[in-house]
């Protein structure tokens, strides 16, 4: 018998399904992540197809085969398997993931395609109000999540510092005068947008180190499942003192963005600007490699554009990414205006990609107000549809599902379609609002516009693996309430809890609401109905966050109602109701304390101890402890935090700041109020001072839940009912 060739059919073979394995090396390392006990049970498989992303579903000989065009398509349909047939469900707030010995038969072969291949994720806010603290082991989970959701085009600027340092070394710049340019932890994103240097600084070179190493860590894992990730591209931006350094550079002012002096910006026709931009591009490449996509807006939230010529301003921006990949494309925010058609109109197409900030609330008007706010003013350029959701990070239940769906299919199918090429998150903050998340990114995948309320209904059954009458009541008033938002709004209805006190307060941040929009009795229907299930769900902890979450806005509307009551008993002149009234809302903020010191997901303790991780000396430590509180607190120096307006804008209700900073400061306010109406004369608190000296404490929160979160809720439902 002729062996060859039986050996080289078996060399074939092995050689097929080794590369098989390779090219499918993100999707298996993410079930032994994620369920490893049925990897046996699990088959992976990569079908080459351009024009669309799909996944398909089909149980063979007692394997779920899962096949698509890439790893993204088959985590993504991995995904839709465990809620679709498992109810089972990946969340940042809580897991479910009980599943069978034997996995759910699928037949006859599920098919689902999307022609919204691009699916963006992250807003540079992002990188500050929740993640500046990150290490690998949250990376990690998140990068999974991305992948289970189908999110295939990340920004990505972890690291950034380092290129930003090589660069400057190479301007001549000394080590202290880079330190006082580049700013700390807790405010990167808005240094990359051009929009404050050097606060929160100086930044130990510990950082930079480490945060090199986390990128590649990062950068290696989104690339095995064939993510590509958004660099930072330069565009202009040099320290304020650029002139000190180069006095014949042709520089421009973009002025104070909220009290803060923004860096200067070195004209494009200056040839200064591409010696820049060449040096910032190979420090990048060195560290982390070319990429397909680089962002970058020069003018960000208002930035001077006087006398700057807008069309050179694009040309070379455009061409500086261009020359360190031809393949390069451009990624802009539009946002407030930006970015401005003379600066792209002209530009390729093909080359520019705008992500369209908060598509969810533009209106008809924005367009006329501004034509480049809206997705069907781009002109040929593609853009992808983004709901921004969250600002600041902040606290609360709240969204738009109902629009949202709206919205996105009418993208997809009207007459704008053929420069739409995705969707994506851009919200300020993540880690709350899971249903709001999981609907958007699954939204590319129906072919027909979705029924919101029978979605939620298979959400809930997935979210706690079963369902009932009573949990779809009260998700059917979530969905009518909380998520059903009727106005234009910047994120959630604010709590007064975290407002700085006054006697009126229509916001907590200045450009958010502290306006109900919604019926509180009805939410607190939904609060009772979900209480009755805690005997059965108790053991869920996606159950247990939920019922928190709710309680704590139960709390939070009823604390801004109790406001107004305190201020009608000042303006009264009744004294012993203002007395019982403030005392209450005192009272109220402890039990809102107590009742998240249960929950780990709204631990002070844990962001700070998460900040001083990054520490390699106490000095360090205290650097990152401190930007870590002003950040959710002052937000900046006195000029910003009071005439730039952004004290409270990062505001949270989380356990431990209710009791050591929202608590006292409240406190203050009542003393003052009551000494005022005693006839007694004060002076008025100066509250800037205060939190100030709260942001130079060190003194410890607890990073672990204490007590049980179910107990406080139903002591908290007897007291408040």
């Not at 996105?408 to 739409?420: C, D, G, T």
């Not at 059965?536 to 009823?558: C, G, H, M, N, P």
């Not at 804008?649 to 431990?656: I, L, Q, V």
Request: proline share 4%.
């Amino acid at each position: 018998m002729n062996k060859l060739p039986f050996i080289l059919f078996i060399s074939l073979l092995s050689f097929s399904c080794s590369k098989q394995q390779s090219a499918t090396i993100g999707a298996t390392g993410l079930l032994s992540r994620l369920m490893p006990e049925k990897s046996a049970q699990v088959k992976f498989e990569i079908i080459e197809q351009t024009d669309a992303d799909f996944f398909e579903l089909e149980t063979v000989n007692g394997t779920l085969n899962v096949r698509g065009n890439n790893q993204i398509s088959l985590a993504t349909g991995l995904r839709w398997y465990l809620k679709y047939y498992c109810n089972a469900q990946i969340s940042w707030a809580g897991k479910n993931i009980e599943l069978p010995e034997h996995l759910p038969t699928v037949k006859p072969k599920v098919r689902k395609s999307t022609e919204q291949t691009k699916r963006f994720y992250f807003n540079y806010c992002t990188y500050s109000y929740s993640m500046a603290w990150w290490d690998w082991e949250r990376w990690e989970k998140e990068i999974d999540w991305m992948a289970l959701n189908g999110i295939n085009m990340p920004l990505m600027i972890v690291g950034e510092e380092a290129v930003w340092q090589n660069t400057l070394r190479r301007l001549n710049y000394s080590e202290d005068e880079i330190k006082s340019y580049l700013p700390g932890p807790a405010f990167f994103a808005w240094f990359y947008m051009n929009n404050l240097e050097g606060w929160g600084g100086p930044l130990p070179d510990n950082w930079i180190s480490d945060h090199i190493e986390l990128r590649k860590k990062i950068q290696k894992r989104m690339y095995e499942y064939g993510m590509t990730p958004v660099f930072q591209g330069f565009y202009g931006m040099v320290p304020g003192s650029f002139n000190k350094k180069f006095p014949n550079a042709d520089i421009h002012n973009p002025g104070l963005w909220c009290g803060f002096k923004r860096p200067a910006f070195i004209e494009p026709t200056d040839s200064l600007f591409r010696d820049i931009a060449e040096i910032y591009y190979l420090e990048q490449e060195k560290l982390f490699g070319k990429a397909e996509y680089y962002a970058g807006d020069p003018f960000h939230e208002g930035g001077n554009i006087q006398g700057v010529d807008l069309k050179a301003s694009g040309d070379a921006i455009y061409q500086a990414m261009k020359e360190v990949n031809p393949q390069a494309k451009w990624v802009l925010q539009s946002w407030q205006g930006n970015p401005h058609r003379e600066m792209i109109d002209h530009l390729p197409e093909g080359d520019i990609i705008v992500v369209d900030l908060h598509a969810e609330d533009i209106t008809e008007t924005d367009n006329q107000k501004s034509p480049m706010s809206a997705s069907s003013r781009f002109g040929k350029h593609d853009y992808i549809w983004s709901l921004t959701h969250n600002f600041g990070g902040n606290t609360g239940m709240y969204g738009k599902l109902e629009e949202m769906a709206e919205r996105v299919y009418k993208a997809q199918v009207l007459n704008i379609k053929s420069s739409m090429i995705g969707v994506g998150a851009t919200p300020e903050g993540i880690e709350q609002n899971p249903v709001v998340y999981e609907l958007l990114f699954e939204l590319p995948w129906h072919q027909e516009k979705v029924n919101v309320a029978t979605w939620v209904k298979q959400y809930v059954k997935a979210r706690y693996g079963k369902t009932n009458q009573e949990l779809e009541n009260a998700w059917d008033i979530l969905l009518n309430t909380v998520y059903a938002c009727p106005v234009k709004q910047q994120g959630t209805t604010e709590s007064v809890l975290c407002a700085r006190p006054a006697k009126e307060i229509k916001s907590v941040s200045t450009w958010g609401s502290a306006e109900i929009y919604y019926d509180p009795e009805q939410l607190k229907n939904a609060w009772h109905l979900m209480i009755s299930q805690i005997d059965s769900l108790e053991s869920k902890e996606t159950f247990r966050y939920d019922l928190v979450d709710i309680t704590r806005q139960v709390l939070a509307d009823l604390a801004n109602e109790l406001h107004k009551e305190v201020m009608a008993a000042f303006h009264g002149k009744d004294l012993e109701l203002f007395e019982k009234k403030s005392n209450a809302f005192l009272e109220l903020i402890l039990d809102q304390d107590k009742l998240l010191s249960a929950q780990k997901e709204f631990l002070l303790g844990r962001w700070i101890e998460a900040a001083r991780s990054h520490g390699h000396t106490q000095e360090e430590e205290a650097l990152y402890e401190w930007n870590s509180r002003v950040q959710i607190t002052t937000w900046g120096p006195r000029e910003a935090a009071n005439d730039g307006q952004l004290h409270e804008y990062a505001h949270k209700e989380w356990a431990g700041l209710l009791r050591d900073f929202y608590y006292p400061r409240w406190k203050k306010y009542f003393d003052y109020l009551e000494r005022n109406l005693k006839g007694e004369k004060t002076d008025e608190v100066d509250f800037y001072k205060w939190e100030e000296q709260w942001t130079k404490k060190q003194n410890s929160f607890s990073s672990h839940p204490e007590g049980d979160s179910m107990s406080e809720v139903l002591r908290l439902e007897k007291k408040y009912s």
